[in-house]
């Protein structure tokens, strides 16, 4: 139990970076991270629990969590090249 506590402990020094990143990608790296932490945490509490349910779901949002990072990243450098050829 002590590692989830560690891990929310991690989460909020992401989250601060989040805030006053000093630039887009540093908050974009930040938000993928705190994203990694809950999906640990939920495959840890899945783990304790005896619940493959909660795996299942970690999968999806594994899943979920890469493809929106992508897609903000593709948003984030379309907006900043501003259409130009890359």
Do not use: C
């Not at 999906?39 to 349910?53: E, N, V, W």
């Amino acid at each position: 139990m002590y590692l989830v506590w560690i891990m929310l402990i991690f989460m909020t020094v992401y989250l601060v970076r989040v805030v006053r990143g000093p630039s887009i990608w540093d908050r974009l790296l930040a938000l993928n991270l705190i994203s990694t932490k809950l999906l640990l945490i939920i495959i840890l509490f899945a783990s304790s629990q005896d619940t493959a349910y909660l795996l299942d779901l970690a999968i999806i949002y594994a899943l979920l969590g890469f493809i929106g990072t992508i897609f903000i990243a593709l948003f984030i450098s379309e907006r900043v090249m501003g259409g130009r050829e890359k």
